[in-house]
């Protein structure tokens, strides 16, 4: 059902979107960000039809991940078709130092291969500018929840034209903030147990545009990478380690783990192949038993700081 509205969407704004291209950039039914968006590399995926999923994916963003949330993510698989449908995205799982430097950073990212940094093809073309372009927006995954986890604006989207596209398009639930206000939302957002995941695109022009705020509550990524195993994000290239000697079994952290990564009995005990390395049981554990450590074999991590020349 939600599949069948979601093509008569797409094929509504293929219609649209084609006459109001054939009649030039004037045509009123395009809003400035998106002509911006066509502009700068969005038309290399126009007669794919990726350009109409992303479309819709962010200017819809309730009807489509509420959908997804009720009607999609319960019947996913982890079949291989599942995983190439889940690779699409691209999202990475952020530990807090890390997900803070993509909205410090300071300088530009030039155009660089950075696969051996970032293990997505599609990730090459990161540019960020000082100070970034910043906006924040109703979390769709909460917005589609009955009893959903407060606050609801929480989403940030970085760099332009995605920035424009969103004030736009969703003027009453979203407002541009500074660099001091992100990273405000990010503390807090930690300090609530939640975790940080940057997201990139094709269709995105090639490059990191968000990070969200998720919840295990709410967040249907979460949900369908935990209950049906479908890898919608990646490691934070991090494992979480256990000091057993400061470890008092209190149970918080199995409780928080978004990913059920986390056992207790005598002590906690890390499942290896689960964890993704977000903190979120470093941050909540009150006797500071926990630790994020690397892991080469967990992936790379996405530190922007390290990609500056």
């Known amino acids: 059902m939600f599949g069948t509205v979601l093509l008569i969407v797409v094929i509504v704004l293929l219609v649209v979107i084609a006459g109001v291209w054939i009649f030039g950039e004037r045509g009123a039914l395009l809003r400035p960000s998106t002509r911006a968006w066509l502009k700068e590399g ?51 799982v952020l530990p807090l130092d890390l997900a803070r430097k993509l909205i410090t950073i300071e300088q530009d990212i030039p155009r660089q291969d950075l696969e051996q940094l970032i293990p997505y093809a599609t990730a090459r073309d990161i540019v960020l500018s000082s100070p970034p372009d910043i906006a924040v927006y109703e ?57 940080h995941a940057a997201y990139f695109k094709d269709v995105m022009l090639n490059r990191f545009y968000a990070i969200c705020n998720c919840c295990q509550c709410c967040c249907g990524a979460i949900e369908a990478m935990r209950d049906r195993g479908v890898p919608m994000v990646t490691s934070s290239g991090y494992v979480a380690q256990v000091d057993e000697e400061n470890c008092q079994a209190c149970g918080i952290c199995q409780n928080a783990c978004p990913f059920n990564a986390i056992q207790v009995d005598e002590t906690a005990h890390v499942d290896w ?3 993704m390395g977000c903190g979120v049981c470093e941050a909540l554990c009150p006797n500071d038993a926990i630790s994020l450590g690397l892991d080469a074999r967990k992936g790379v991590p996405l530190d922007v700081q390290a990609l500056v020349p």
């Open 139 to 195: 979390c769709p995954c909460r917005s589609g929840r009955a009893n959903p986890c407060r606050p609801t604006q929480v989403c940030m989207v970085v760099g332009q034209p995605f920035v424009d596209f969103i004030l736009e398009h969703h003027p009453r639930s979203s407002r541009r903030i500074t660099q001091d206000e992100a990273l405000r939302i990010l503390q807090e957002e930690h300090e609530r147990g939640h975790l």
């Open 273 to 275: 192949e689960t964890c």
């Open 42 to 92: 969005g038309w290399r995926h126009f007669w794919s039809g990726d350009f109409f999923h992303a479309y819709v994916y962010s200017r819809w963003s309730n009807l489509y991940i509420g959908g997804s949330i009720k009607y999609r993510f319960p019947n996913l698989e982890p079949i291989e078709g599942e995983r190439r449908w889940a690779d699409e995205y691209h999202g990475k």
